[in-house]
Nanobody, 114 residues
Framework: VQVVESGGGLVQAGGSLRLSCAAS????????MGWYRQAPGKQRELVAV???????DYADSVKGRFTISRDNAKNTVFLQMHSLNSEDTAVYYC?????????WGQGTQVTVSS
């Protein structure tokens, strides 16, 4: 099983980034795919999640700025981020939820400079 994130990097405040996460080797049906983040000294928190049925949910802090989308055929999830600010600086992790198990990626660093 592999869950691989990409797209992180350094961006100026107000800028945009698009994260991608591709899952492979998972033979159970995927229920949800989501993004979490962990800033230094803080707990990991939910950013956005998309169910297999198409429903989405966002943390209040990113509503209106971030958009999650999925390509179910390719087991891929994306996170489009706009209007980034310093509080968005964190390691972003992809989580893939099946009926049996949760899978996590290794994380991708997003750094927003002011």
């Amino acid at each position: 099983v592999q869950v691989v994130e990409s797209g992180g990097g350094l961006v100026q405040a107000g800028g945009s980034l698009r994260l991608s996460c591709a899952a492979s080797g998972i033979f159970s049906s995927i229920n949800a795919m989501g993004w979490y983040r962990q800033a230094p000294g803080k707990q990991r928190e939910l950013v956005a999640v998309a169910s297999s049925g198409g429903s989405t949910d966002y943390a209040d802090s990113v509503k209106g700025r971030f958009t999650i989308s999925r390509d179910n055929a390719k087991n891929t999830v994306f996170l489009q981020m706009h209007s980034l600010n310093s509080e968005d600086t964190a390691v972003y992790y992809c989580r893939v939820t099946t009926r049996i198990f949760d899978y996590w990626g290794q994380g991708t660093q997003v750094t927003v400079s002011s």
